[in-house]
């Protein structure tokens, strides 16, 4: 099967950074968009930042000009670069990729979930 694997969540001061990972591993044959999500107690999950496989990128108003996706094709990693964390981006932090599984439909992509990373900004 394919799985994601999310690291390097974790407790920062405002105006610092962190850099999250996210591997895909398995049965993996393609992958198209990747994207982060973000999930704070008592609201929704929003979209933070997406890059498809040709590298073009697109962002949440809020992280714009702070944030960075980026992704390694060769390794199967998408990362997000969060530089002058504010307390507001804290949150579970998802990974989502679109995956294309080798063993059944090549042609045929399913959205994947990681298990997600926890992100604390302290003012």
């Known amino acids: 099967q394919v799985q994601l694997l999310e690291s390097g969540g974790g407790l920062v001061q405002e105006g610092g950074s962190l850099r999250l990972s996210c591997a895909a591993s398995?049965?993996?044959?393609?992958?198209?968009?990747m994207g982060w999500y973000r999930q704070a107690p008592g609201k929704q999950r929003d979209l933070v930042a997406f890059?498809?496989?040709?590298?073009?990128?697109n962002y949440a108003d809020s992280v714009q000009g702070r944030f960075t996706i980026s992704r390694d094709n060769a390794k199967n990693i998408v990362y997000l670069q969060m530089n002058s964390l504010k307390p507001e981006d804290t949150a579970v932090y998802y990974c989502?990729?679109?995956?294309?599984?080798?063993?059944?439909?090549?042609?045929?992509?399913?959205?994947?979930w990681g298990q997600g990373t926890q992100v604390t900004v302290s003012s």
């Open positions: 989502n990729a679109e995956v294309a599984d080798r063993r059944y439909s090549p042609t045929y992509f399913t959205a994947y």
């Open positions: 890059i498809t496989s040709g590298g073009s990128t």
């Open positions: 398995g049965s993996v044959f393609a992958i198209n968009t």
